[in-house]
């Protein structure tokens, strides 16, 4: 049977995790389908993932990709959740936005008239505020819900799918570590 991975943009744009694979998200997507070819793995992709990568991927690669790849949306209908996931998930919105909150009070009083530099730390704070560490996109929640239904691993350097993705009980694996796990297993082939 083969090794099921469901992979994030996350692997081939954040540079940390694709600085294996290559210096571009391009370059990257291509080393990776290289790769690919000697394996014996499944990798699937939500479609919403794969459209999002097309905004960092030449046309060209991305057509390359796709042949090798399976695009695949989670049955969103079907799949069981945990309702301790989903009061988990509510409380921490409901804390994100007290801090968000309080980081516009905090704007608003301040009364300095370097508006340009004040809004830019406003927008930095708010985004780490509310966004760091969340599933913060239907994409990322597919991402995650696709692996549950598959029981494939996750391969993201998103933190937020991460987490979720431990709390509904998936296996992951950072990004930054598939080139090593592709390596071992390609090693394992020429035996």
């Given at each position: 049977?083969l090794?099921?991975?469901?992979?994030?943009?996350?692997?081939?744009?954040?540079?940390?995790a694709?600085?294996?694979f290559?210096?571009?998200p391009?370059?990257?997507?291509?080393?990776?389908?290289?790769?690919?070819?000697?394996?014996?793995m499944?990798?699937?992709?939500?479609p919403?993932i794969?459209?999002?990568?097309?905004?960092?991927?030449?046309?060209?690669t991305?057509?390359?990709?796709?042949?090798e790849i399976?695009?695949?949306?989670p049955?969103t209908?079907?799949?069981y959740?945990?309702?301790a996931?989903?009061?988990?998930?509510?409380?921490d919105?409901?804390?994100?936005?007290n801090?968000?909150?309080?980081?516009?009070e905090?704007?608003?009083?301040?009364?300095?008239?370097?508006?340009?530099?004040?809004?830019?730390k406003?927008?930095?704070?708010?985004?780490?505020?509310?966004?760091a560490g969340?599933?913060?996109?239907?994409?990322?929640?597919?991402?995650?819900?696709?692996?549950?239904?598959?029981?494939?691993?996750?391969?993201?350097?998103?933190?937020g799918?991460?987490?979720?993705?431990?709390?509904?009980?998936?296996?992951?694996?950072?990004?930054?570590r598939?080139?090593?796990?592709?390596?071992?297993?390609?090693?394992?082939?020429?035996?």
């Amino acid at each position: 049977m083969l090794n099921k991975y469901v992979i994030d943009t996350s692997l081939f744009v954040n540079p940390h995790a694709r600085e294996k694979f290559g210096k571009t998200p391009s370059a990257a997507v291509r080393s990776f389908i290289k790769k690919l070819a000697k394996q014996d793995m499944e990798v699937y992709m939500p479609p919403s993932i794969f459209n999002e990568l097309r905004n960092f991927v030449d046309q060209k690669t991305m057509d390359e990709l796709e042949l090798e790849i399976k695009k695949r949306s989670p049955n969103t209908y079907s799949i069981y959740l945990p309702a301790a996931v989903l009061y988990d998930f509510i409380e921490d919105i409901r804390k994100r936005m007290n801090k968000g909150m309080k980081l516009a009070e905090d704007f608003a009083q301040d009364n300095r008239p370097d508006n340009d530099t004040k809004l830019r730390k406003l927008r930095d704070k708010y985004r780490d505020a509310m966004r760091a560490g969340i599933v913060d996109s239907k994409e990322d929640f597919e991402l995650v819900l696709l692996c549950k239904e598959l029981e494939a691993t996750l391969i993201s350097s998103d933190e937020g799918v991460i987490k979720f993705a431990d709390q509904i009980g998936c296996e992951w694996l950072p990004g930054s570590r598939f080139y090593a796990l592709m390596s071992k297993k390609s090693a394992g082939r020429k035996k």
